[in-house]
């Protein structure tokens, strides 16, 4: 089984739609959690960490839930500027080091 | 964040030349930095843990003797694909560990570097 677990879409949405993206991630003791965004040809880079307590940065909010091992990412009011892969990032421990598990990433294009 | 870059940003050599791809933290010393693999349309893979004075950790299925790292500095780690065939072509990440409690505990990935093999 993948550490994790992401669909990889594509989702094509209008602008102004809303969005989310789920994630399932299968070692249960992870610390932290992540969403990067990479656009095409270019490095990943950091959108928002996720919190227990859900967190919200604008038109994004995250969300985590332990129990069933998931998170997600709603984006609100889509931009076409928000069309890109969004990679769900899981930290399992700090014991194992500063590894860092991706999930394949889910593409989203928005159309005008 | 790091500042992250990466030389050269796109590379196409010939099958059975080495390349050397270098990875430079710019604004903080990095003891760790970590070289990924991202073929087209798939998830980044860690390739292996460059250590600032000592070996690197490579993944399993990642052959040391072909991916060399070179960890010399606390701001230089370098990668060479040696002998590198058609299927080594992908884009070759590194990235640099926040710290837990000073920058967090993200990473700071540099810009990528395309190698193509012909």
């Known amino acids: 089984r993948k550490e994790v677990e992401q669909d990889p879409g594509p989702f094509n949405v209008p602008e102004g739609a809303t969005v989310a993206f789920n994630c399932t991630y299968s070692?249960?003791?992870?610390?932290?959690f992540f969403w990067y965004r990479q656009d095409c040809r270019k490095e990943p880079k950091l959108l928002m960490s996720?919190?227990?307590s859900g967190n919200e940065d604008g038109r994004f909010t995250a969300q985590l839930n332990r129990a069933s091992q998931y998170i997600s990412l709603l984006i609100r009011d889509s931009k076409l500027s928000d069309s890109a892969t969004y990679l769900c990032?899981?930290?399992?421990?700090?014991?194992?080091?500063?590894?860092?598990?991706f999930g394949t990433g889910t593409s989203l294009t928005v159309i005008p | 964040g790091a500042v992250v870059s990466q030389h050269p940003s796109w590379v196409i050599c010939k099958s059975g030349t080495s390349v050397k791809i270098e990875c430079r933290s710019l604004d903080f010393q990095a003891t760790t930095m970590f070289w990924y693999r991202q073929f087209p349309k798939q998830s980044l893979m860690l390739m292996a843990t460059?250590?600032?004075?000592?070996?690197?950790?490579?993944e399993q299925g990642v052959e040391k003797d072909k991916f060399l790292i070179n960890h010399a500095s606390l701001t230089l780690s370098t990668l060479t694909v040696t002998s590198a065939h058609p299927e080594d072509s992908s884009f070759y990440i590194c990235s640099v560990p926040g710290l837990a409690g000073g920058r967090g505990n993200e990473q700071y990935f540099g810009p990528g570097t395309r190698l193509t093999v012909t």
């Open positions: 070692n249960s003791a992870s610390q932290s």
């Open positions: 990032v899981v930290r399992p421990s700090r014991n194992t080091g500063n590894q860092f598990y």
């Open positions: 996720v919190y227990s």
């Open positions: 460059s250590n600032e004075g000592s070996k690197a950790t490579y």
